[in-house]
């Protein structure tokens, strides 16, 4: 089946515009994340859904930062106002409930604001 | 809050070889999983092998396998015979088995596998 896709592979943005980072999990995972990886970097955990909930969005650096799951599914980032320290990998990862179960990643989406 | 380290930004190794990675992590959870991830250029992260901490039996994935020393707070992975496909970023994670299932990663091994 299908694994985690990701929409736009990549993307440049000038400095305050608004961007929206797409992800598909993978059909029927109810758990899903978003990472922010710099370069160089190991990736940092942003925010969690489990079906349409954000249980938790304690790693969003700033109040530019807003995620969405509204179905349950597709998930969106998005960041309002962009500056250049958002430049980075967005990850997002998809897995069944429980900490044991695999998280599987998509491919990223690479920011870069100019 | 968690802490993963590794401490090794690069290595090398010849092909067929073994290898290891090390990892260490810091953590006032008695119960949690420990993983390593490769990243290879494509970007796309992939799980190697994982360890749940409750479990003294380290785990082995064919040619990967792990020295878990919870003890020492040390979680090691161990390639063999190691081969030119296994060039790659790798990434030490730990996930707690309550309150949160996020994944706290390392910042990384770049993994080279020469001739």
């Known amino acids: 089946g299908a694994g985690v896709s990701q929409s736009p592979r990549y993307k440049v943005a000038k400095r305050g515009q608004d961007v929206a980072l797409r992800c598909d999990p993978i059909?029927?995972?109810?758990?899903l994340f978003w990472y922010q990886q710099a370069l160089g970097q190991g990736p940092e955990f942003l925010t969690y859904f489990q079906n349409e909930a954000q249980l938790d969005k304690s790693g969003l650096p700033s109040d530019r930062f807003f995620a969405e799951r509204p179905e349950g599914s597709v998930s969106t980032l998005k960041i309002q106002r962009t500056q250049q320290e958002d430049s980075a990998v967005y990850l997002c990862?998809?897995?069944?409930?429980?900490?044991?179960?695999?998280?599987?990643f998509g491919p990223g989406t690479r920011l870069t604001v100019l | 809050a968690q802490t993963v380290t590794q401490s090794q930004p690069e290595m090398s190794v010849q092909e067929a070889e073994t290898v290891t990675l090390s990892c260490t992590y810091d953590?006032?959870?008695?119960?949690?999983?420990l993983f390593w991830y490769k990243q290879p250029p494509s970007r796309q992260m992939i799980l190697v092998i994982r360890?749940?901490?409750?479990?003294?039996q380290n785990a082995t994935e064919n040619r990967f396998s792990v020295n878990f020393q919870k003890a020492a707070k040390s979680f090691s992975l161990k390639i063999s015979d190691s081969q030119l496909g296994d060039t790659a970023m790798y990434f030490c994670a730990f996930r707690p088995t309550g309150g949160g299932n996020k994944l706290t990663f390392g910042t990384g091994t770049q993994l080279k596998v020469e001739l």
């Open positions: 990862a998809s897995s069944l409930t429980g900490a044991y179960n695999e998280q599987f």
């Open positions: 953590t006032s959870e008695s119960n949690y999983y």
């Open positions: 059909s029927g995972h109810v758990s």
């Open positions: 360890q749940e901490a409750y479990k003294q």
